[in-house]
C-alpha cells in the first residue's frame, strides 16, 4: 500500500515515509491510494471463527505493506492488543464499547501503542533518532509521554495549552522525564496545533530533526483505531443472533477516532451510519446541516479533550471517504451536539437507571444515540456509543453521590504516585519563539 496526501496524488510514499513524516511535504494529511475491500467471506463468516489477532492482521496488514516484515507486524500487533476492549449493554440494544482500559485510560492509548512499536522498528532500522512532536489537548499528550517513554532511539516533545488542562493530565506529561519533554505554551489547543503544523513545513527545522507527529493525523495512530469496530461488530452479532443494523456514536473532537470507523465501513463493515457527539464546539453539527464550514472560537467543557473547533481529521472524511459529496455524506453521518448540562444529566441519569458510569465523553457519545431515537419511542438498531475515557479522570465534575461509586482502577494509583517534579518549560503562543528553542536545543 502507498500514500499521498489529499491534494497531490501524483507523489507516492510507503507507510514508513508516511508515518515519518507526519504530514506530507505540503503540509497535507496522508490517505492511503486505496481503500481495501475486505471479502464478504470474511465479514460473514471467518471473522467468526477467527481469534483478534488474526482478524487485525487481515485487516491492518495491507496498510502496511512492505515497510514492517509479516512477523513484526504481528509482533506490534500483539503488543497493542493487550489492552483489553469490553462491550458492556446497558438496556437493550445499547452497548458501551470500553476503550479506556490502556495504561492512561483513555482510548488514545491503543493508537499510541501501536505507533510507539512501528517507530521502534524504524528507529531501529535507520540507525538514528526519531523526534515526535505533538500538540495535546490533555488526553493525547498523556497517552504519548506513557507510549513513548524511554523508548531508545525516540525523543517526544509535547506541547500543551497552559488552562485547558487537568492537574492529572498535566503531571501525567511533566513528570516523567527522560526522553519526554514538556512544553507549556501560552494559547489553547489550536495554538499548540499550528505551531507544530508550522514546525514540520519547516526547512530548518527538518535539517535538524527526523521529525514526526503522534497526533492522531499520523496514519500509524489513526489506522489502527479501525480495529475496534471490527472486534466490537463481532461480538455483537455474536451476542444479538438477529440481523438488525449496526450503528456506532463516537464522541468526537479532531474527528481521528469516528474516521477509523468510516474506513471500516467503507473496506466492507456493515454499519448503517455514524453518529458523531461533540460538545458545544460544534463545527460538524453546524456544517452538515448547513453545508458550511465555519469554525469558531474553541469553548471550554468538561469533555475537555473534544475541545476542538477545527477538527484536524475531518478532511479525510470529506475529502477522501466522501469526495465533498454532501449527499452521499449525510446518508452515512449524523452530528449532534450537546453541552455540559446535558452530559452531567445523562450521567447522572444512567447511574441512576442503569448503575453504570459514564465519563463526560461517553456521556456525549450516549446522548448521541438517545437524541437520535428521540422520535421513535424505541433505539431501531444495535447501538453502540465508544467509551473514550474511564469515569475516574474526570471524578471532581461527577456529583457526589457518584463520585463515591466509581471504581478506581489499579492503573490509576500509578499516576497518583506520579510524585516527581514538575519539569516544563514555558513559552508564548508564538512559532519563532519555539524554532529558536527546538534549534538551540542540545
Ligand atoms: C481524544 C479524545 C476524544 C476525541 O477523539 P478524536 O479522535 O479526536 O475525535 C474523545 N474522548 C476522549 C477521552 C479523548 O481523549
Redesign the pocket.
Known sequence: MLYHSLKNKKDLVSFEEAVLNGLSPDGDLYVPQYIPKLESFFLKKEIFNQDIYSIAMEVISCYIGKSIPKKYIYNIVNQTLKIPFPLKMLHEKVYSLELFHGPTL???DIGVKFMSECLDFFSKKIGKIITILVATSG??GAAVARGFYKKLGIEVIILYPRNNISNLQKKQITTLGSNILALEIDGNFDDCQNIVKKSFLDKEIKKKYILTSAN?INIARWLPQMLYYFFAYKKIKEKEDNNMDLIFS?????????CAGMMAEKMGLPIKFFIASTNINDTIPRFLSSNKFIPMCTKKTI?N??D?SN?S?FPRIWNFLYKKDFYQLKKKLYSYKFTDEQTLSSIDMVWKKYKYIL?P?GAIGYSGIIHHFKKNDRILYNSIFLE??HPIKFKEIMPFHIQKNINIPKKLEKFLELKGKIKNISLNNNFYQFKNWLLEKK
Do not use: L
Open positions: 483513555a482510548f488514545k488526553d493525547t492522531s463516537v464522541p468526537s473532537g479532531n474527528f481521528g477516532n469516528i469533555s479533550a473534544m476542538i477538527p481529521n465519563d465523553h473514550t475515557a
